[in-house]
C-alpha cells in the first residue's frame, strides 16, 4: 500500500543547531516533492518544491534534498532560532493530486 | 492579495443540521481541495476539483458534498452533520505545471473549526 512516513512525530533541538527532519515514501513515483510549515490552527504555509531531476534546493537557512532510489527527502533548517518552532509537513504530487505526510513537530528551544 | 478565504472560522451546530462552508480563491487557480485535519491523523483529503463542474473524492468523502460551479468558488457542504465530523477543516487551490499537469504549491485557507454536538 502507499505510504509517507516523517520522521518522529516530535523532535526537540537547541538553538543555533541544524534541524534534520526526513519523509519517507512508498509505492509512489512523484516527479516532485513539497515542504510545508504549519502554526498550531493555521492552513499549511508552502516552503519548498523539488523536483525529481534536483538533488538538492536551497532558500535562505532551508535546504531540501530528494533522492528519488532511496524514495526520501530531508529538510533542513540551519542556524535554527524558536521562531522555526512548528510543524513541517512533505507533501507528494500523486497523479494530479496531492497526498502529505502526517508531519513532524519541531521544538526549537532556547 | 493571493489568497484563499474560507468561512466562518469557527462553528458550533447541531446533530442533522445542514451547512455549508464556502471557500474562494482569488488566484484564477484550477485545482481546489478540501481537507480535514484531527490529532494523529495528519491532513486527509475530502474532495478536490481539477476545474469547473469537476469534482472527485479524495480520501474520506463520506458525510460531505462539494461543488464547483465557478472557478474561484468550491463549497464544502455537510448534509445532516455528525459528532465525528467535528474537525479542523482547510480548504486550498493550487496551479499546475502546464507542461506535466502535476500540482504546484498549495494555497491554503485559514481554517473552519467545526463542532457537532
Known amino acids: 500500500s502507499q505510504k509517507i512516513e516523517q520522521n518522529s512525530e516530535a523532535l526537540n533541538i537547541q538553538e543555533g543547531k541544524t534541524a534534520t527532519l526526513t519523509c519517507n515514501y512508498t509505492?509512489?513515483?512523484?516527479?516532485?516533492l513539497q515542504w510545508y510549515r504549519q502554526d498550531p490552527g493555521r492552513g499549511p504555509v508552502f516552503l519548498l518544491l523539488?523536483?525529481?531531476?534536483?538533488k538538492e534546493k536551497r532558500k535562505e537557512r532551508l535546504k531540501v534534498t530528494f533522492d528519488t532510489t532511496l524514495k526520501q527527502s530531508l529538510f533542513h533548517i540551519t542556524a535554527s532560532q524558536p521562531a522555526d518552532s512548528a510543524t513541517y509537513l512533505c507533501a507528494l504530487n500523486y497523479g494530479q493530486n496531492f497526498v502529505f505526510g502526517p508531519g513532524t513537530r519541531l521544538s526549537v528551544l532556547p | 492579495e493571493a489568497q484563499v478565504t474560507q468561512n466562518p472560522r469557527y462553528l458550533i451546530t447541531v446533530t442533522g443540521k445542514k451547512l455549508t462552508v464556502t471557500c474562494s480563491q482569488n488566484?484564477?487557480?484550477?485545482?481546489m481541495s478540501w481537507y480535514r485535519q484531527d490529532p494523529g491523523l495528519g491532513l486527509r483529503q475530502i474532495y478536490y476539483s481539477m476545474n469547473v463542474e469537476v469534482t472527485d473524492k479524495g480520501d474520506v468523502p463520506e458525510g460531505y458534498k462539494v461543488s464547483r460551479k465557478e472557478k474561484r468558488n468550491f463549497p464544502l457542504i455537510l448534509e445532516s452533520p455528525s459528532p465525528n465530523q467535528t474537525s479542523l477543516y482547510f480548504c486550498a487551490s493550487s496551479l499546475s505545471s502546464r507542461r506535466s499537469h502535476v500540482r504546484l504549491e498549495a494555497f491554503f485557507g485559514q481554517g473552519t473549526r467545526l463542532t457537532v454536538v
Open positions: 488566484m484564477n487557480h484550477e485545482y
Open positions: 509505492n509512489y513515483s512523484p516527479a516532485y
Open positions: 523539488i523536483r525529481e531531476n534536483e
